[in-house]
């Protein structure tokens, strides 16, 4: 299974990051995501929400779109993964794809994903926070690819909604409201990573 490290824990082939705009922005986000997670996880345990084990349908079936911020901290984490060149492999064969399955999703991962703690924004939120109902309530989407997702019986006041979460996000320093393909993002952010790394040595 895939493995968070930390920027402090950085491997020393990776110590030109340190200093830079790049190592800025993988430490914003991961202090956005860490704060979103603690959000989310308040509120799955509290309300007993939780994908049915062993569903990845959602991995399966969609392809996000990532900011910035997203494709650097993924490329930064991908290119420190154990599965480097298979990531990289599948990334490049899904750059014309329209639809899924995620290049990094991973049917034999319980988390169903290769980069799971580096994951985008939309992964985390999907199926674990709400949206703001027409007279600005919190409602709850039920999954609708797979029938046995539970939501809570009453959304309470609150609840974390997505549509805060993305403004966050990109209001977030050095991060611009564009988006792009996820593979095709992420592969220039590679690049960009080992062109940092050329020129240090």
């Given at each position: 299974m895939y493995?968070?490290?930390?920027?402090?824990?950085?491997?020393?082939?990776?110590?030109?990051?340190?200093?830079?705009?790049?190592?800025?922005?993988?430490?914003?986000?991961?202090?956005?995501?860490r704060d979103v997670n603690e959000k989310l996880s308040a509120f799955s345990l509290k309300e007993g929400i939780r994908c049915p084990t062993g569903c990845g349908m959602c991995c399966e079936r969609f392809l996000p779109d990532v900011s910035k911020l997203e494709s650097l901290y993924l490329a930064y984490n991908i290119l420190l993964s154990e599965r480097k060149t298979e990531i990289i492999r599948r990334l490049n064969e899904s750059k014309e794809q329209k639809n899924g399955p995620c290049p990094?999703?991973?049917?034999?991962?319980?988390?169903?994903?290769?980069?799971?703690?580096?994951?985008?924004?939309i992964c985390r939120l999907f199926a674990s926070s709400c949206f703001p109902g027409k007279?600005?309530?919190?409602?709850?989407?039920?999954?609708?690819?797979?029938?046995?997702?539970?939501?809570?019986?009453?959304v309470p006041a609150d609840a974390p909604v997505m549509g805060v979460f993305g403004q966050r996000m990109i209001c977030l320093e050095d991060n611009d409201n564009i988006t792009e393909f996820l593979p095709l993002r992420v592969l220039k952010d590679i690049s960009l990573i080992e062109f940092y790394s050329r020129l240090k040595k």
């Open positions: 493995s968070y490290i930390p920027m402090e824990n950085i491997a020393s082939d990776l110590d030109y990051l340190k200093g830079t705009s790049i190592e800025r922005n993988i430490r914003n986000i991961e202090d956005f995501y990094l999703y991973d049917g034999d991962n319980d988390f169903h994903c290769m980069c799971y703690d580096a994951r985008p924004l007279n600005g309530e919190s409602k709850f989407a039920l999954c609708h690819l797979n029938t046995d997702f539970k939501g809570p019986d009453k």
